[in-house]
């Protein structure tokens, strides 16, 4: 069990440029989960999928924050024409969904800095 | 909608003295309840939840939490303060009819003087 990955830890970017994040979870958790945290805020949900599929996403979630898990096994959340306002720790967490009980694994996050 | 409130943005104990983290929630359904942790420049680690059964539980490192359904309360608890407790603390609620999302509080930091 290597535990959840997360690529990259830190990323700086300019504002309207295009950033991508990587989640590995662990390997046998079918439910992978995104969330978002800023400074003196708890997690707040982006998205979560269980296998491939998307169940549900955020209705704070902007058109520009897009995810994906193609194959049922690692992540990617990407955020087009970034703002200041997206800069934030991107966390995420993955658990085996046997029934709806199970707690989450989190990474340590890849923080994002829009300057 | 659900939400969880933790009323107390920091607590102060001196070490072997017990202590409380608050945490009281909202949901629609039945709640599932955790605690997580999270240290400096670490991820979130989970520390215990209720689920159904027994309203005392018992998780890591000495740690338990009392569910009360009337107060809608979920406080965290250890008998005796170790200065290694000192961390974040975040409470978590999931509707049990809603298998995706849980919802954090803003978390409660908790420091442990020696």
């Known amino acids: 069990d290597t535990g959840v990955s997360q690529n990259p830890r830190h990323k700086i970017t300019k504002r309207g440029q295009n950033v991508t994040f990587r989640c590995d979870p662990i390997s046998e958790h079918n439910r992978l989960y995104w969330y978002r945290q800023t400074l003196g805020q708890g997690p707040e949900f982006l998205t979560y999928?269980?296998?491939?599929?998307?169940?549900?996403k955020s209705r704070l979630l902007s058109d520009r924050f897009s995810a994906e898990r193609p194959k049922g096994s690692f992540s990617t959340l990407e955020i087009q024409r970034t703002e200041q306002g997206d800069s934030a720790m991107y966390l995420c967490?993955?658990?085996?969904?046997?029934?709806?009980?199970?707690?989450?694994?989190f990474g340590e996050g890849s923080r994002l800095t829009v300057l | 909608a659900q939400s969880v409130a933790q009323p107390e943005d920091q607590v102060n104990v001196a070490e072997g003295n017990p202590l409380t983290v608050k945490c009281t929630y909202s949901?629609?359904?039945?709640?599932?309840l955790f605690w997580y942790v999270q240290y400096p420049n670490r991820g979130l680690q989970f520390l215990l939840k209720y689920i159904t059964g027994d309203n005392l539980v018992k998780g890591s490192y000495g740690f338990e939490a009392e569910f009360n359904k009337s107060q809608t309360s979920f406080h965290l608890k250890k008998p005796s303060a170790l200065v290694s407790d000192s961390a974040l603390y975040f409470c978590a609620v999931r509707d049990s009819t809603n298998a995706g999302k849980s919802t954090f509080g803003d978390g409660t930091t908790l420091t442990v003087k020696p």
């Open positions: 949901v629609s359904g039945n709640p599932y």
């Open positions: 967490a993955s658990s085996l969904a046997v029934d709806n009980t199970g707690e989450l694994f």
């Open positions: 999928f269980q296998n491939e599929a998307q169940l549900e």
